[in-house]
């Protein structure tokens, strides 16, 4: 198993507990009426933590890989951004026929839209090098 793999397995388990946690800090912050800057400064700071963290893992990964694993990295990355944004557009059109235009929605549904679509995209991302690797190693032996 290279680091790319390593990699993919790495961001689909924590993005899985990412999501996790945060739907729990959303009901929370639900549960207790959160308005004010106080819970969005929290996220905020929780998420740049992880991001920075992320980022720097992902400079010393991207020094490692050969143009192979660049290419099928950046495919999967492509791949993840377009089910996010696809998945984001559904599920915005989707309300919307659902409930109707003069309907109202819960404030938290567009945090969770959110979440759902992160993990979605970073689930399509992981499975795509995973798939890809595999496939590669069934057409060599």
Known sequence: ??????????????????????GIGVGILVHFNAKGVVGLMSFLIAGLIVGL????????????????????AFRAFVLGAYTFVLFVVIASFATLFLIGGRGRIAVYALPVISLIGIFISQ???????????????????
């Not at 198993?1 to 945060?22: C, D, P, R, Y």
């Not at 963290?53 to 099928?72: C, G, M, P, Q, T």
């Open 53 to 72: 963290y992320s980022h720097l893992r992902e400079v010393r990964l991207w020094a490692n890989l050969d143009e192979r694993e660049k290419k099928i």
């Open 1 to 22: 198993m290279n680091s790319l793999q390593k990699k993919a397995w790495f961001e689909l388990f924590t993005t899985t507990v990412a999501v996790i946690i945060s």
């Open 123 to 141: 689930f399509m991302s992981s499975a795509a090098i995973l798939i890809r690797f595999a496939r590669e190693q069934a057409d060599g032996q």
